[in-house]
């Protein structure tokens, strides 16, 4: 007995009301960003985050002024550029800085906090100067978790970058170091990651962040694809995995099934959210491509399940928390699958690739065939044990 994927009803899954609960469960992290004048803090800001906020300066002299926010309308991050101090006016540079940490910090809400800060080197100056000491370690004794980031190292020699390093280092028990510079993105793979280390100083913001602000993150960063991919299988399919088998703990034959897809499609929002895909996302609170899209995740789960029917016989399949878990986490695997590749094919094709038609039903479903066919490559065996094993350990607490 096949089923006829055509007939499958979603009327009853209010897309507005999914993308809203996936919007506004996102908390935005509040990211210090200190260092000299001209050290290359607006160029890191610009290349690192998936909206333009400042401005470049292009004569030598400051473009922000004092300390200014940045957080756009649709933004998930809130950066704080410190005006590059002068020479002369450093004290009146750590009053300003630290008053504003103070006063952020005695509000006693945790969403005005400064939650890390990335304190900039400047690596063509080829110094690490009292005053940077001084200002990291008053951070560092606020608990506020701190990252320096050498700036314009293609104007360093491999041993001048190593002593600068060795310099850092050596005035902190424990301090991390990344390496960056935005002239070197022509060099091969391997060197371009030892000195333009965009992608280390991502997983270490996400690292020292809570959970709850690390989606924030996650999607206000420019590209970071491989940090993207690990938050999704980290985070956000084992929380949909847990809600499908919640859903079904009271086992539920296969005509009741399609109750999996309101969870389904608020993962794939999630998922999508996670990539930056923002327009995307208001592309499908349409009517009619979002009508489709759900209609597409509905079929995909019903193909899906069918597979699973022995002999075919999907009216005699149950659908308990065996079922459900596999199902959601390899729908959520091939979910970031198929974005990845839409993202990389609207590189290189200027954009010009149609959101609707790479997501239909047929690819879905192709692209969860090919992760369930490739379990080993995608890890998706051991995904599925760990949410297992989570959810386990969630019901005995």
Same mark, same amino acid.
């Given at each position: 007995?096949?089923?006829?994927?055509?007939?499958?009803?979603?009327?009853?899954?209010?897309?507005?009301?999914?993308?809203?609960?996936?919007?506004?469960?996102?908390?935005?992290?509040?990211?210090?960003?200190?260092?000299?004048?001209?050290?290359?803090?607006?160029?890191?800001?610009?290349?690192?985050?998936?909206?333009?906020?400042?401005?470049?300066?292009?004569?030598?002299?400051?473009?922000?002024?004092?300390?200014?926010?940045?957080?756009?309308?649709?933004?998930?991050?809130?950066?704080?550029?410190?005006?590059?101090?002068?020479?002369?006016?450093?004290?009146?540079?750590?009053?300003?800085?630290?008053?504003?940490?103070?006063?952020?910090?005695?509000?006693?809400?945790?969403?005005?906090?400064?939650?890390?800060?990335?304190?900039?080197?400047?690596?063509?100056?080829?110094?690490?100067?009292?005053?940077?000491?001084?200002?990291?370690?008053?951070? +560092?004794?606020?608990?506020?978790?701190?990252?320096?980031?050498?700036?314009?190292?293609?104007?360093?020699?491999?041993?001048?970058?190593? +002593?600068?390093?060795?310099?850092?280092?050596?005035?902190?028990?424990?301090?991390?170091?990344?390496?960056?510079?935005?002239?070197?993105?022509?060099?091969?793979?391997?060197?371009?990651?030892?000195?333009?280390?965009?992608?280390?100083?991502?997983?270490?913001?996400?690292?020292?962040?809570?959970?709850?602000?690390?989606?924030?993150?996650?999607?206000?960063?420019?590209?970071?694809?491989?940090?993207?991919?690990?938050?999704?299988?980290?985070?956000?399919?084992?929380?949909?995995?847990?809600?499908?088998?919640?859903?079904?703990?009271?086992?539920?034959?296969?005509?009741?099934?399609?109750?999996?897809?309101?969870? +389904?499609?608020?993962?794939?929002?999630?998922?999508?959210?996670?990539?930056?895909?923002?327009?995307?996302?208001?592309?499908?609170?349409?009517?009619?491509?979002?009508?489709?899209?759900?209609?597409?995740?509905?079929?995909?789960?019903?193909?899906?399940?069918?597979?699973?029917?022995?002999?075919?016989?999907?009216?005699?399949?149950?659908?308990?928390?065996?079922?459900?878990?596999?199902?959601?986490?390899?729908?959520?695997?091939?979910?970031?699958?198929?974005?990845?590749?839409?993202?990389?094919?609207?590189?290189?094709?200027?954009?010009?690739?149609?959101?609707?038609?790479?997501?239909?039903?047929?690819?879905?479903?192709?692209?969860?065939?090919?992760?369930?066919?490739?379990?080993?490559?995608?890890?998706?065996?051991?995904?599925?044990?760990?949410?297992?094993?989570?959810?386990?350990?969630?019901?005995?607490?």
């Amino acid at each position: 007995m096949g089923i006829d994927l055509s007939k499958i009803n979603i009327k009853d899954v209010d897309v507005k009301a999914l993308a809203y609960e996936v919007l506004s469960s996102v908390k935005k992290p509040n990211i210090l960003v200190i260092g000299a004048t001209q050290s290359g803090k607006s160029t890191l800001i610009n290349d690192m985050f998936s909206f333009e906020l400042a401005e470049v300066g292009k004569d030598g002299s400051s473009t922000t002024r004092g300390i200014k926010k940045y957080s756009p309308h649709d933004s998930t991050v809130t950066l704080y550029d410190s005006e590059g101090y002068e020479v002369g006016a450093e004290n009146e540079f750590k009053q300003r800085v630290f008053d504003f940490i103070d006063k952020r910090s005695a509000s006693g809400e945790p969403e005005h906090y400064i939650h890390e800060a990335w304190y900039v080197v400047d690596g063509g100056k080829k110094r690490f100067f009292d005053l940077d000491k001084e200002i990291i370690n008053r951070l +560092q004794k606020k608990h506020i978790p701190v990252a320096v980031v050498i700036t314009k190292v293609d104007k360093l020699d491999t041993d001048e970058l190593a +002593q600068l390093r060795e310099e850092i280092s050596k005035n902190f028990s424990t301090i991390d170091i990344f390496n960056y510079s935005v002239m070197l993105g022509h060099l091969p793979e391997n060197d371009r990651k030892e000195y333009v280390q965009k992608e280390a100083l991502a997983n270490w913001s996400l690292f020292n962040l809570e959970i709850a602000l690390q989606g924030g993150l996650v999607c206000g960063l420019n590209s970071a694809l491989e940090l993207k991919n690990k938050y999704c299988r980290n985070v956000i399919i084992p929380k949909y995995c847990a809600a499908a088998a919640a859903a079904v703990l009271i086992p539920l034959p296969f005509a009741d099934s399609m109750l999996l897809t309101p969870i +389904q499609v608020s993962m794939t929002m999630n998922i999508m959210h996670a990539y930056s895909m923002k327009n995307e996302l208001k592309d499908i609170l349409g009517p009619i491509i979002g009508s489709t899209f759900v209609a597409n995740l509905g079929k995909a789960l019903a193909g899906n399940l069918a597979s699973l029917a022995p002999g075919g016989q999907v009216a005699k399949l149950v659908v308990n928390t065996a079922v459900a878990v596999p199902i959601t986490a390899t729908l959520g695997v091939a979910i970031s699958y198929l974005i990845e590749n839409y993202l990389k094919a609207s590189v290189n094709a200027n954009g010009n690739v149609s959101f609707e038609k790479m997501f239909t039903a047929e690819n879905i479903r192709k692209a969860c065939e090919f992760v369930s066919n490739n379990k080993e490559l995608f890890g998706i065996d051991k995904l599925i044990k760990k949410i297992n094993s989570d959810i386990e350990k969630n019901k005995n607490r």
